[in-house]
């Protein structure tokens, strides 16, 4: 789990990579929660210097983004091949390990942004983990653009311009990091 690319990632925090050990987890799945725990640290940097008054948990972020797929330790196929089954069983991982609901929320609202009790948090590791690769959502962006300008009391517009530059810009890096991914076997 301590792989490295050109830029390197940042790692994985301590308490998630003893997660992924006790898990089991598959060495591609440690390579992806490290591609998208990367690209949140990017994102939540990029607010805490657009937007410094703006509250949120930047730690709940970026955990989120770091186990968000933790249940495809349990539902492999899911890590070359579609399905949401790791979404509830990533959650009860995380639960049974001890990890707080607050945070063990993020592997089931990691893919249904649309649902009313998610929060800027939640929607931030979405965003994370779809722009790793570069795929743009426009619904999903949306909803981060109208939660910035109700927060910041700034035009949507503006937002959105803001949003696309920073998103564009780790975009750019899709690349490298599905490089990275990539040169990780599933299985050991």
């Not at 008054?53 to 890590?79: C, M, P, Q, Y």
């Not at 649309?114 to 948090?121: D, K």
Request: proline share 6%.
């Amino acid at each position: 789990m301590s792989c490295t690319v050109d830029p390197p990632l940042h790692p994985l925090p301590d308490r998630v990579v003893e997660l992924l050990i006790e898990l089991g987890s598959p060495p591609r799945l440690a390579a992806h929660l490290r591609a998208v725990h990367d690209v949140a640290h990017q994102l939540v940097d990029w607010l805490a210097k657009r937007y410094p008054a703006l509250l949120f948990d930047r730690e709940a972020v970026l955990f989120g983004a770091a186990t968000h797929d933790i249940g495809k330790t349990v539902h492999v196929s899911e890590l070359s091949g579609p399905g949401a089954a790791h979404e509830e069983a990533g959650q009860g991982l995380l639960l049974g390990r001890g990890v707080s609901p607050e945070l063990a929320r993020f592997a089931a609202t990691h893919a249904s942004w649309t649902e009313s009790r998610v929060g800027l948090e939640d929607l931030l590791v979405s965003l994370a983990d779809k722009i790793w690769k570069n795929k743009r959502v426009p619904d999903l962006e949306d909803l981060v653009v109208a939660r910035l300008a109700e927060a910041t009391g700034g035009a949507a517009w503006e937002e959105f311009i803001a949003l696309d530059e920073v998103l564009s810009r780790i975009g750019d890096d899709a690349d490298s990091r599905l490089a990275f991914q990539a040169s990780v076997p599933i299985h050991d």
